[in-house]
């Protein structure tokens, strides 16, 4: 658990107020000798009219955020190791908590050794074994050096179909998506090692140059090699992303075996895609095998996939091994990793993990289905279940009467849309499939044992895309977390299970309490699939031409949010509204479909919801975090997501006096009904 400490001044503060309080209330006890009773009802008649009267007339309110979170970011602090904390992170702590019982309290080992449960705690006691985390250095080593010591492109092609070095090929990735006969078909992108950090930028660059030495040199490398290393890593990549980021980009282009064939790129990626597994022996339309943006990357890697840049290509190959591989070494090696985080958001010190932290964080990073499943059995009770699925039946009504209220769409768009909506799947907690890890074996450190849980992952992958089941992908999703999110492939809204740690919270919370905070979560999800990424798609991702006659009604109400948020003004900076344009279109559907889902119900307190969904966003952030998330989060920073979210809606200022001087108020005529 993280410490929350009040502020000494606060503190301070809130006991003169009462000394002074107490003092006042004194010398207003005493009444006048000549007050007769009938004046004193009277008196207390004009008390009770006038405290009614106060009560009644709301406060004018600037800042909604600082209102209903104020109290609570004055009454926490972060410590000199922490950049951001969040209302969230209180049932995050339970969860964690629970997750971390499981496996000290060897609950696991009670099933029998052949189990996947079992199997994973074996894993996680090995993850805490120090001299195990020496081991798994050696190992790492071990495929750092082979990739070394090559010493042609094809001889480095070789090395990277095999199967162990497959699991981490990350100069292109292949993943899957639908086309529109529904079949799986591998698609390309780059790996994106350092997008998050912003590479083109000069101080992201030299924190990602130097933690990756460091980590190098954990691993044996002198400081000089470790240094070149990196660095012919780090040019080789930013060559990539100032390509990426210049060329234009046109569509989509589909490429067939001859296709590829003709190609004829160094780096063989059929091969690499065949070996990676996603696609590898099963049921797929291969009419169509490869999807590749365009302009693709593939005039680029046919230029510089080059003999004469092979040392920069193969320093590629070992940072993107290293960047898979943080959490299976020593402590040392894990800080050198932590030091790229650490300075850029300027955190003084990164606290050492503490037993048992590391090894939950590597259980979790390489394996959640089965222990999601497990831990949802154990403490998601089913009255949370059936209260939620009733939510989500009120929220679908909403959106049903949202979309039939449109009127520029017809009867069978609208139709479309139905049918879409109440497909949504709901994942609460869990996920609908994952690998039992019959296959999985326990090897000699935890850092094979890493390579052997994700072989058994692409496996069981590749199994059940044979028999045409369709597969969430959860990669890299945190069903651990207090979150959710929508993915479009498959049509379903993932519900992490930190939602539902606080079992009091959920006895003792009122209706509109909840929608404000879990159940306006979930209207923002469905919202996803009206966004401007998912409007008018099939579950494939295929347009669908219908909508074409509703695509510039669409647009207009698409490009009222944009240019509402474009460069508006914040704390750390100006709005980019292109990057912030989905979720504020999801922000705004879902307020407006919690909003009508409540309108159902007699005598709501509004004041409650509303407050109750400002708390959701309630979060403290040392200055250079909330910098570096305004930069890349694709969401608005919490002050302006409440606050702007909220300026939109009449029963907003029905239920608050927003003062018209507030720079969040908005006028009537300019508040944005999206998709009206």
Not at 438 to 463: M, P, V, W, Y
Request: glycine share 4%; net charge negative.
């Amino acid at each position: 658990m993280r410490l929350k400490r009040f502020k000494k001044c606060f503190v301070v503060l809130m006991c003169l107020t009462m000394v002074l309080s107490i003092i006042g209330c004194g010398k207003n006890t005493s009444s006048s000798p000549s007050s007769t009773s009938s004046s004193s009802q009277a008196s207390v008649s004009s008390q009770a009219s006038q405290k009614k009267e106060e009560k009644e007339k709301k406060p004018s309110i600037s800042d909604f955020y600082e209102y209903a979170c104020g109290d609570w970011i004055s009454n926490h602090s972060l410590t000199e190791s922490e950049y951001n904390y969040a209302t969230r992170d209180d049932h995050v702590d339970i969860v964690d908590e629970r997750t971390e019982a499981i496996f000290v309290n060897n609950e696991l080992l009670q099933f029998p050794e052949e189990s996947g449960l079992n199997k994973l705690n074996v894993y996680f006691n090995q993850l805490n074994d120090a001299e195990n985390a020496s081991e798994s250095l050696l190992e790492i080593r071990k495929m750092t050096d082979r990739i070394q010591a090559v010493n042609s492109i094809k001889a480095l092609s070789d090395l990277m179909a095999e199967e162990d070095y497959s699991l981490f090929n990350n100069l292109v990735f292949f993943s899957y998506e639908l086309n529109a006969s529904g079949n799986y078909l591998p698609s390309m992108g780059i790996k994106n090692l350092m997008d998050l950090y912003g590479i083109l930028k000069d101080e992201y660059y030299e924190a990602m140059l130097d933690g990756y030495s460091k980590q190098l040199v954990v691993l044996g490398y002198s400081e000089e090699e470790a240094g070149k290393i990196a660095s012919l890593a780090m040019d080789f990549y930013k060559e990539l992303k100032i390509y990426e980021t210049t060329a234009p980009i046109e569509g989509l282009l589909w490429y067939s075996d001859e296709k590829l064939a003709e190609i004829k790129c160094p780096i063989d990626l059929y091969s690499i895609m065949y070996n990676n597994g996603y696609c590898a022996l099963t049921k797929i339309n291969w009419e169509e095998p490869g999807m590749f943006i365009e302009p693709t990357y593939i005039d680029w890697l046919m230029q510089n996939i080059t003999e004469e840049n092979l040392e920069k290509i193969k320093a590629f190959y070992v940072i993107c091994l290293l960047d898979s591989t943080f959490l299976y070494g020593t402590d040392d090696y894990l800080n050198a990793y932590d030091t790229i985080f650490s300075e850029l958001i300027k955190v003084k010190k990164m606290p050492e993990l503490l037993e048992n932290r590391r090894a939950m964080a590597g259980v979790l990073n390489d394996e959640s289905g089965i222990l999601a499943d497990y831990y949802a059995g154990k403490y998601i009770t089913q009255a949370q279940i059936d209260e939620t699925k009733a939510i989500i039946d009120e929220l679908k009504a909403a959106y049903l009467e949202i979309i039939g209220n449109v009127e520029w769409l017809d009867a069978s768009q609208k139709e479309i849309l139905n049918i879409r909506l109440k497909k949504i799947n709901f994942q609460l907690g869990k996920v609908d499939n994952f690998n039992l890890l019959e296959d999985f074996e326990i090897k000699e450190n935890g850092f094979l044992t890493h390579l052997a849980l994700r072989k058994s992952n692409r496996l069981f992958s590749q199994q059940i895309r044979k028999e045409g089941v369709r597969m969430l992908d959860i990669t890299g999703f945190p069903l651990f977390d207090e979150n959710a999110f929508y993915e479009r492939k498959e049509n379903a809204v993932i519900v992490g299970n930190a939602f539902f740690a606080d079992e009091d919270w959920w006895n003792n919370s009122t209706y509109e309490e909840k929608i404000g905070y879990f159940g306006n979560t979930l209207s923002h999800e469905i919202g996803h699939f009206l966004d401007g990424s998912n409007f008018g798609l099939k579950a494939n991702g295929v347009y669908q031409e219908i909508f074409d006659t509703a695509s510039e009604d669409y647009m207009r109400s698409g490009n009222a949010v944009y240019f509402f948020y474009n460069e508006k003004e914040t704390d750390n900076g100006l709005i980019n509204g292109a990057m912030v344009y989905n979720e504020s279109i999801a922000d705004l559907l879902g307020m407006k479909a919690s909003l009508l889902a409540l309108s159902k119900h007699e005598s709501v307190d509004y004041e409650k919801f509303f407050e109750t969904f400002a708390s959701f966003y309630a979060e403290i952030s040392t200055p250079e975090y909330s910098k570096f998330s305004m930069e890349f989060d694709t969401h608005l920073p919490s002050k302006e997501r409440v606050n702007y979210c909220l300026s939109h809606f009449d029963k907003f200022y029905e239920t608050f006096d927003v003062s018209k001087k507030s720079p969040y108020f908005t006028d009537k005529e300019d508040r944005i009904d999206f998709l009206k």
